[in-house]
Protein backbone atom coordinates (compact mmCIF):
# COMPACT_ATOMS: atom_id res chain seq x y z
CA UNK A 1 0.00 0.00 0.00
CA UNK A 2 1.05 3.28 -1.02
CA UNK A 3 2.27 6.22 1.88
CA UNK A 4 -0.46 8.69 -0.15
CA UNK A 5 -3.66 6.44 -0.93
CA UNK A 6 -3.35 4.90 2.61
CA UNK A 7 -3.58 8.54 4.18
CA UNK A 8 -6.05 9.55 1.79
CA UNK A 9 -8.07 7.11 2.46
CA UNK A 10 -7.74 6.82 6.62
CA UNK A 11 -8.48 11.35 5.89
CA UNK A 12 -11.85 10.54 4.22
CA UNK A 13 -13.43 7.84 6.72
CA UNK A 14 -12.38 9.83 9.68
CA UNK A 15 -13.17 13.55 7.92
CA UNK A 16 -16.34 14.67 9.05
CA UNK A 17 -16.60 13.23 12.85
CA UNK A 18 -13.28 14.68 13.32
CA UNK A 19 -13.86 17.91 11.88
CA UNK A 20 -17.58 18.29 14.15
CA UNK A 21 -15.68 17.39 17.29
CA UNK A 22 -12.79 20.37 16.85
CA UNK A 23 -16.02 22.53 16.26
CA UNK A 24 -13.75 25.50 15.12
CA UNK A 25 -12.41 26.34 18.60
CA UNK A 26 -8.31 24.72 18.56
CA UNK A 27 -4.33 25.73 20.19
CA UNK A 28 -2.13 24.84 17.91
CA UNK A 29 1.06 23.23 20.08
CA UNK A 30 3.86 23.89 18.12
CA UNK A 31 7.65 25.37 19.19
CA UNK A 32 7.10 27.98 17.48
CA UNK A 33 3.63 29.20 18.57
CA UNK A 34 2.95 28.11 21.67
CA UNK A 35 0.37 30.36 22.10
CA UNK A 36 0.49 30.35 26.20
CA UNK A 37 2.18 26.65 26.79
CA UNK A 38 5.39 28.36 26.61
CA UNK A 39 6.81 31.43 27.17
CA UNK A 40 10.03 33.69 25.85
CA UNK A 41 11.89 33.53 23.19
CA UNK A 42 13.18 30.43 20.92
CA UNK A 43 16.70 30.06 19.76
CA UNK A 44 17.10 29.32 15.57
CA UNK A 45 18.26 25.70 16.13
CA UNK A 46 20.87 24.74 13.44
CA UNK A 47 19.67 23.71 10.13
CA UNK A 48 20.44 19.73 9.95
CA UNK A 49 22.41 19.76 7.26
CA UNK A 50 25.19 21.68 8.40
CA UNK A 51 24.79 20.04 11.64
CA UNK A 52 25.42 16.73 9.86
CA UNK A 53 28.52 18.34 8.25
CA UNK A 54 30.11 18.15 12.13
CA UNK A 55 31.99 14.73 12.16
CA UNK A 56 30.79 14.46 16.23
CA UNK A 57 27.22 15.21 15.18
CA UNK A 58 27.33 12.81 12.25
CA UNK A 59 29.00 10.11 14.29
CA UNK A 60 26.19 10.78 17.68
CA UNK A 61 23.49 10.28 15.35
CA UNK A 62 25.25 7.24 13.57
CA UNK A 63 26.25 5.66 17.08
CA UNK A 64 22.06 6.51 18.26
CA UNK A 65 20.38 5.81 15.39
CA UNK A 66 22.08 2.17 14.57
CA UNK A 67 22.24 1.26 18.41
CA UNK A 68 18.35 1.37 18.18
CA UNK A 69 17.45 -0.17 14.72
CA UNK A 70 19.68 -3.23 15.89
CA UNK A 71 17.52 -3.73 18.96
CA UNK A 72 16.16 -7.73 19.10
CA UNK A 73 12.49 -6.62 19.56
CA UNK A 74 10.37 -8.86 21.52
CA UNK A 75 6.62 -9.31 23.20
CA UNK A 76 6.63 -10.35 26.28
CA UNK A 77 3.49 -11.64 28.79
CA UNK A 78 4.66 -9.14 31.99
CA UNK A 79 2.54 -12.27 34.29
CA UNK A 80 4.44 -15.14 32.87
CA UNK A 81 7.87 -12.97 31.90
CA UNK A 82 7.30 -15.35 28.60
CA UNK A 83 8.56 -14.61 25.44
CA UNK A 84 6.27 -14.95 22.44
CA UNK A 85 8.06 -16.18 19.68
CA UNK A 86 5.04 -15.67 17.48
CA UNK A 87 2.79 -12.60 16.99
CA UNK A 88 0.86 -11.04 14.46
CA UNK A 89 2.83 -7.95 14.88
CA UNK A 90 5.56 -9.93 13.95
CA UNK A 91 5.29 -8.52 9.92
CA UNK A 92 6.11 -5.10 11.03
CA UNK A 93 8.04 -5.34 14.24
CA UNK A 94 10.69 -7.61 13.35
CA UNK A 95 9.58 -8.62 9.68
CA UNK A 96 8.94 -5.45 7.13
CA UNK A 97 7.50 -2.08 8.70
CA UNK A 98 5.95 -1.49 5.23
CA UNK A 99 6.84 -2.46 1.72
CA UNK A 100 9.79 0.32 1.13
CA UNK A 101 11.60 -0.49 4.29
CA UNK A 102 13.09 -3.32 6.84
CA UNK A 103 12.51 -3.12 10.44
CA UNK A 104 16.08 -1.79 10.74
CA UNK A 105 15.62 1.40 8.07
CA UNK A 106 12.23 2.16 9.91
CA UNK A 107 13.75 2.49 13.38
CA UNK A 108 16.91 3.80 12.22
CA UNK A 109 15.02 6.67 10.23
CA UNK A 110 12.34 7.07 12.86
CA UNK A 111 15.59 7.59 15.52
CA UNK A 112 17.06 10.02 13.44
CA UNK A 113 14.00 11.81 13.10
CA UNK A 114 13.70 12.11 17.10
CA UNK A 115 17.01 13.29 17.41
CA UNK A 116 17.46 15.76 14.49
CA UNK A 117 13.96 17.11 14.69
CA UNK A 118 12.73 16.58 17.86
CA UNK A 119 9.98 14.30 16.90
CA UNK A 120 9.47 11.32 14.74
CA UNK A 121 5.88 10.14 13.75
CA UNK A 122 4.92 6.59 11.86
CA UNK A 123 1.54 6.39 10.99
CA UNK A 124 0.02 2.57 11.65
CA UNK A 125 -2.15 1.45 8.67
CA UNK A 126 -4.42 -1.04 10.21
CA UNK A 127 -6.74 -4.03 9.50
CA UNK A 128 -10.28 -2.45 8.47
CA UNK A 129 -12.04 -5.78 9.91
CA UNK A 130 -9.34 -6.88 12.65
CA UNK A 131 -7.65 -3.40 13.48
CA UNK A 132 -4.31 -4.79 13.41
CA UNK A 133 -1.19 -3.01 11.74
CA UNK A 134 -0.37 -4.26 8.61
CA UNK A 135 2.05 -1.31 8.21
CA UNK A 136 3.85 1.28 9.77
CA UNK A 137 4.75 4.58 7.81
CA UNK A 138 7.29 7.14 9.06
CA UNK A 139 5.89 10.78 8.38
CA UNK A 140 8.39 14.00 7.50
CA UNK A 141 7.93 15.81 10.58
CA UNK A 142 7.99 18.88 8.99
CA UNK A 143 4.96 18.20 7.64
CA UNK A 144 2.62 17.18 10.77
CA UNK A 145 0.94 19.63 13.41
CA UNK A 146 -0.29 18.74 16.13
CA UNK A 147 -3.30 20.43 17.75
CA UNK A 148 -5.75 19.59 20.47
CA UNK A 149 -9.23 20.53 21.10
CA UNK A 150 -11.20 22.55 23.50
CA UNK A 151 -11.94 18.98 25.32
CA UNK A 152 -8.16 18.41 25.28
CA UNK A 153 -7.75 15.56 23.17
CA UNK A 154 -4.85 16.15 20.61
CA UNK A 155 -4.87 15.35 16.50
CA UNK A 156 -2.35 15.39 14.19
CA UNK A 157 -2.86 17.16 10.97
CA UNK A 158 -0.83 15.61 7.92
CA UNK A 159 -0.13 17.77 5.10
CA UNK A 160 1.62 15.81 2.03
CA UNK A 161 4.60 17.39 0.89
CA UNK A 162 3.60 16.66 -2.96
CA UNK A 163 -0.23 17.08 -2.90
CA UNK A 164 -0.67 19.09 -0.26
CA UNK A 165 -3.89 17.55 1.04
CA UNK A 166 -4.14 17.47 5.13
CA UNK A 167 -5.28 14.60 6.60
CA UNK A 168 -6.17 14.52 10.02
CA UNK A 169 -5.51 11.10 12.19
CA UNK A 170 -6.12 10.30 15.34
CA UNK A 171 -3.33 9.92 18.03
CA UNK A 172 -3.63 6.34 18.53
CA UNK A 173 -2.87 5.88 14.62
CA UNK A 174 -0.36 7.42 14.99
CA UNK A 175 3.35 6.51 16.99
CA UNK A 176 4.81 9.64 18.20
CA UNK A 177 8.45 9.25 19.43
CA UNK A 178 9.26 12.67 21.34
CA UNK A 179 12.89 14.21 22.46
CA UNK A 180 13.27 16.21 25.31
CA UNK A 181 9.67 17.99 26.15
CA UNK A 182 8.88 21.45 27.88
CA UNK A 183 4.95 20.65 27.32
CA UNK A 184 4.61 17.24 26.67
CA UNK A 185 3.30 17.16 23.55
CA UNK A 186 5.96 18.04 21.25
CA UNK A 187 9.53 17.42 21.49
CA UNK A 188 12.94 19.83 21.01
CA UNK A 189 15.43 18.95 18.91
CA UNK A 190 18.80 17.93 20.23
CA UNK A 191 19.92 20.90 17.54
CA UNK A 192 18.11 23.79 18.67
CA UNK A 193 19.17 22.80 22.62
CA UNK A 194 22.97 22.44 21.39
CA UNK A 195 22.41 25.23 18.64
CA UNK A 196 25.33 27.60 20.31
CA UNK A 197 27.42 24.49 21.01
CA UNK A 198 26.82 23.56 16.90
CA UNK A 199 27.57 26.66 16.12
CA UNK A 200 30.79 26.98 18.08
CA UNK A 201 32.23 23.83 16.53
CA UNK A 202 31.11 24.61 12.77
CA UNK A 203 33.07 28.28 12.86
CA UNK A 204 35.88 26.14 13.98
CA UNK A 205 35.82 23.92 11.55
CA UNK A 206 35.44 26.80 8.99
CA UNK A 207 38.11 28.37 10.89
CA UNK A 208 39.90 25.09 10.11
CA UNK A 209 39.04 24.97 6.72
CA UNK A 210 40.09 28.39 5.30
CA UNK A 211 43.18 27.73 7.47
CA UNK A 212 44.63 24.59 5.04
CA UNK A 213 42.92 26.14 2.02
CA UNK A 214 45.14 29.15 2.21
CA UNK A 215 48.14 26.69 2.81
CA UNK A 216 47.56 26.01 6.32
CA UNK A 217 49.87 29.34 6.51
CA UNK A 218 49.00 32.29 8.57
CA UNK A 219 48.64 35.46 6.76
CA UNK A 220 51.29 38.49 6.51
CA UNK A 221 51.80 41.98 5.90
CA UNK A 222 53.69 43.02 2.41
CA UNK A 223 55.30 46.48 2.79
CA UNK A 224 57.08 49.05 0.98
CA UNK A 225 58.56 52.08 1.76
CA UNK A 226 56.56 53.57 -1.64
CA UNK A 227 53.43 55.34 -1.87
CA UNK A 228 50.85 53.18 -2.40
CA UNK A 229 47.97 55.73 -2.62
CA UNK A 230 45.18 55.55 -4.90
CA UNK A 231 45.09 57.79 -7.72
CA UNK A 232 43.13 58.91 -10.94
CA UNK A 233 45.09 57.68 -14.24
CA UNK A 234 44.74 59.40 -18.20
CA UNK A 235 44.28 56.54 -20.53
CA UNK A 236 45.53 56.92 -24.07
CA UNK A 237 41.65 57.21 -25.07
CA UNK A 238 40.59 59.95 -22.68
CA UNK A 239 39.20 57.95 -20.04
CA UNK A 240 39.95 58.21 -16.50
CA UNK A 241 40.66 55.08 -14.31
CA UNK A 242 40.95 54.95 -10.66
CA UNK A 243 43.66 52.54 -9.51
CA UNK A 244 44.33 51.63 -6.04
CA UNK A 245 47.57 49.98 -6.08
CA UNK A 246 47.26 48.22 -2.81
CA UNK A 247 44.23 46.72 -3.78
CA UNK A 248 46.70 45.49 -7.23
CA UNK A 249 49.25 44.04 -5.04
CA UNK A 250 46.85 42.29 -2.80
CA UNK A 251 44.99 40.68 -5.60
CA UNK A 252 48.66 39.47 -7.45
CA UNK A 253 50.32 37.82 -4.25
CA UNK A 254 46.62 35.99 -4.14
CA UNK A 255 46.50 34.92 -7.21
CA UNK A 256 50.20 33.10 -6.71
CA UNK A 257 50.59 32.18 -3.50
CA UNK A 258 46.77 31.73 -1.46
CA UNK A 259 44.99 28.48 -1.52
CA UNK A 260 46.44 24.52 -0.80
CA UNK A 261 47.60 24.25 -4.44
CA UNK A 262 49.99 26.76 -4.28
CA UNK A 263 51.41 26.21 -0.75
CA UNK A 264 55.08 27.00 -0.58
CA UNK A 265 55.50 28.77 -3.81
CA UNK A 266 58.64 31.12 -4.21
CA UNK A 267 58.04 34.07 -3.62
CA UNK A 268 59.83 37.20 -5.85
CA UNK A 269 58.90 40.80 -4.93
CA UNK A 270 59.80 43.83 -6.69
CA UNK A 271 59.44 47.62 -6.09
CA UNK A 272 61.41 47.34 -2.77
CA UNK A 273 57.89 45.13 -1.24
CA UNK A 274 59.01 42.85 1.56
CA UNK A 275 56.44 40.00 3.10
CA UNK A 276 56.66 40.15 7.09
CA UNK A 277 54.13 36.64 7.99
CA UNK A 278 52.03 37.02 11.10
CA UNK A 279 53.19 34.36 13.51
CA UNK A 280 50.00 32.11 15.36
CA UNK A 281 49.19 32.72 18.61
CA UNK A 282 48.50 31.04 21.63
CA UNK A 283 44.73 30.51 20.75
CA UNK A 284 45.71 29.34 17.46
CA UNK A 285 48.75 26.48 19.01
CA UNK A 286 46.17 25.13 21.36
CA UNK A 287 43.23 25.08 18.33
CA UNK A 288 43.79 21.16 19.17
CA UNK A 289 42.84 21.70 22.60
CA UNK A 290 39.59 23.47 22.20
CA UNK A 291 38.49 20.89 19.75
CA UNK A 292 38.86 18.46 22.24
CA UNK A 293 36.44 20.28 24.29
CA UNK A 294 33.92 21.10 21.34
CA UNK A 295 33.61 17.16 20.93
CA UNK A 296 33.24 16.25 24.89
CA UNK A 297 30.57 19.13 24.47
CA UNK A 298 28.54 17.64 21.69
CA UNK A 299 28.75 14.01 22.51
CA UNK A 300 27.02 14.90 26.14
CA UNK A 301 23.97 16.14 24.29
CA UNK A 302 23.82 13.13 22.93
CA UNK A 303 24.67 11.10 25.70
CA UNK A 304 26.88 9.06 23.76
CA UNK A 305 30.31 8.02 25.30
CA UNK A 306 33.65 9.94 24.05
CA UNK A 307 35.07 6.55 22.66
CA UNK A 308 32.11 5.58 20.89
CA UNK A 309 32.71 8.96 19.07
CA UNK A 310 36.17 8.22 18.12
CA UNK A 311 37.76 10.54 20.78
CA UNK A 312 39.03 10.32 24.35
CA UNK A 313 42.02 8.28 25.53
CA UNK A 314 40.16 6.16 27.85
CA UNK A 315 41.35 2.28 29.14
CA UNK A 316 39.30 -0.69 27.87
CA UNK A 317 38.17 -1.33 31.42
CA UNK A 318 37.36 2.44 31.49
CA UNK A 319 35.59 2.10 27.97
CA UNK A 320 33.81 -1.17 28.96
CA UNK A 321 32.69 0.99 31.68
CA UNK A 322 30.80 3.49 29.72
CA UNK A 323 29.16 1.38 27.56
CA UNK A 324 27.96 -0.27 30.48
CA UNK A 325 26.44 3.41 31.56
CA UNK A 326 25.73 4.35 27.53
CA UNK A 327 22.47 1.60 27.95
CA UNK A 328 21.59 2.91 31.56
CA UNK A 329 21.73 5.97 31.03
CA UNK A 330 21.11 6.77 27.38
CA UNK A 331 19.97 4.00 25.43
CA UNK A 332 17.08 2.60 28.75
CA UNK A 333 15.31 5.63 28.29
CA UNK A 334 14.33 5.65 24.43
CA UNK A 335 14.13 1.95 24.93
CA UNK A 336 11.36 2.31 27.79
CA UNK A 337 9.87 5.33 25.99
CA UNK A 338 9.48 3.48 22.52
CA UNK A 339 8.07 0.50 24.25
CA UNK A 340 5.99 2.20 25.80
CA UNK A 341 4.33 3.87 22.76
CA UNK A 342 4.14 0.82 20.67
CA UNK A 343 2.76 -1.16 23.52
CA UNK A 344 -0.45 1.17 23.93
CA UNK A 345 -0.93 1.57 20.32
CA UNK A 346 -0.22 -1.03 18.12
CA UNK A 347 -1.15 -3.82 20.88
CA UNK A 348 -5.00 -4.55 21.13
CA UNK A 349 -7.11 -3.90 24.54
CA UNK A 350 -7.20 -7.51 25.01
CA UNK A 351 -3.44 -7.56 24.69
CA UNK A 352 -3.16 -4.79 26.63
CA UNK A 353 -4.98 -6.36 29.49
CA UNK A 354 -3.14 -9.67 29.85
CA UNK A 355 -0.95 -7.83 29.79
CA UNK A 356 2.15 -8.24 27.02
CA UNK A 357 4.10 -5.57 26.32
CA UNK A 358 6.74 -4.54 23.26
CA UNK A 359 10.15 -4.54 24.47
CA UNK A 360 13.84 -4.44 23.39
CA UNK A 361 16.98 -6.69 24.35
CA UNK A 362 19.32 -4.26 25.53
CA UNK A 363 21.59 -7.36 26.69
CA UNK A 364 23.00 -6.98 23.28
CA UNK A 365 25.21 -4.13 24.15
CA UNK A 366 26.15 -5.85 27.87
CA UNK A 367 27.97 -8.30 27.12
CA UNK A 368 31.48 -8.78 28.18
CA UNK A 369 34.60 -10.43 26.43
CA UNK A 370 34.55 -13.83 25.29
CA UNK A 371 35.87 -14.72 29.17
CA UNK A 372 33.77 -12.89 30.93
CA UNK A 373 30.72 -14.25 29.02
CA UNK A 374 31.15 -17.67 29.92
CA UNK A 375 31.96 -16.78 33.42
CA UNK A 376 28.37 -15.39 33.40
CA UNK A 377 26.35 -18.35 31.29
CA UNK A 378 28.42 -20.66 33.99
CA UNK A 379 26.82 -18.83 37.14
CA UNK A 380 23.25 -18.40 35.61
CA UNK A 381 23.07 -22.33 35.05
CA UNK A 382 24.82 -23.57 37.95
CA UNK A 383 22.23 -21.52 39.84
CA UNK A 384 19.72 -22.89 37.95
CA UNK A 385 18.84 -19.58 36.55
CA UNK A 386 19.33 -20.59 32.96
CA UNK A 387 19.10 -23.57 31.26
CA UNK A 388 21.27 -24.55 28.45
CA UNK A 389 18.32 -24.18 25.72
CA UNK A 390 18.34 -19.94 27.48
CA UNK A 391 22.16 -19.45 26.86
CA UNK A 392 21.66 -21.16 23.37
CA UNK A 393 18.91 -18.33 22.48
CA UNK A 394 20.91 -16.08 23.47
CA UNK A 395 23.62 -16.96 21.37
CA UNK A 396 21.22 -17.55 18.08
CA UNK A 397 21.78 -21.12 18.24
CA UNK A 398 19.28 -23.83 18.47
CA UNK A 399 17.65 -26.07 20.89
CA UNK A 400 19.16 -29.68 21.61
CA UNK A 401 17.36 -32.51 23.20
CA UNK A 402 17.73 -32.19 27.20
CA UNK A 403 18.59 -28.42 27.20
CA UNK A 404 15.34 -27.07 28.67
CA UNK A 405 16.53 -29.09 32.17
CA UNK A 406 17.88 -26.79 35.02
CA UNK A 407 20.23 -27.60 37.10
CA UNK A 408 21.28 -26.08 40.49
CA UNK A 409 24.02 -27.30 43.18
CA UNK A 410 23.06 -29.77 46.28
CA UNK A 411 25.21 -27.54 48.56
CA UNK A 412 22.61 -24.35 48.25
CA UNK A 413 18.83 -25.38 49.49
CA UNK A 414 15.82 -22.99 50.97
CA UNK A 415 16.48 -21.37 53.76
CA UNK A 416 12.64 -22.63 55.44
CA UNK A 417 14.37 -26.01 55.17
CA UNK A 418 17.70 -25.19 56.67
CA UNK A 419 17.13 -27.57 59.95
CA UNK A 420 15.95 -30.23 57.69
CA UNK A 421 18.82 -30.46 55.21
CA UNK A 422 21.29 -30.28 57.63
CA UNK A 423 20.04 -33.19 59.40
CA UNK A 424 20.01 -35.27 56.49
CA UNK A 425 23.53 -34.13 55.44
CA UNK A 426 24.52 -35.09 59.00
CA UNK A 427 22.51 -39.15 58.82
CA UNK A 428 24.50 -38.96 55.77
CA UNK A 429 27.84 -38.15 56.99
CA UNK A 430 27.59 -40.72 60.15
CA UNK A 431 26.27 -43.65 57.84
CA UNK A 432 29.45 -43.35 55.48
CA UNK A 433 31.58 -43.49 58.86
CA UNK A 434 30.09 -46.92 60.26
CA UNK A 435 29.64 -48.42 56.47
CA UNK A 436 33.03 -46.84 55.00
CA UNK A 437 32.80 -49.29 51.88
CA UNK A 438 29.24 -49.04 51.60
CA UNK A 439 28.22 -52.60 52.52
Keep these: MSLRTGLVKAGQSRASPVRKSLGG ?3 VLTLDNPEGWLSGEESIAMSRDRAMKISTVNRCVEVLSNSMAVLPIYIMDERTKERLTEHRLGRV ?11 FDYQKLMMCNQLLRGNAYAWIFRDSASGVPRELIPLPPDYVTIRVDLDGRLWYFFSHPVTGETTILRPEDILHYKAYSEDGIEGVSVLKRASMTLSTARAAQQYENATWMSGGQPCGVLTTEADLGDFDQTQPDGTIVHRDPKAEVRASWEAVHRGAGNAFRLAVLDHGLKYQPISMSNTDAQFVESNEVRVADVCRFFGVPLHLAYAGKQSYQSNEQNGI ?33 IKRE ?9 AAQAAWYKALRETGAYSVDDIRALEDLCKVPGGDSRYASWNYGPLERFVELSVMRAMKGIAEKENPNNE
Design 25 to 27: GMR
Design 93 to 103: LWGRANEAMTS
Design 325 to 357: EYVNYTLLGYETQWGQEDSYKLLLPGERARPLR
Design 362 to 370: LKVFLRGDT
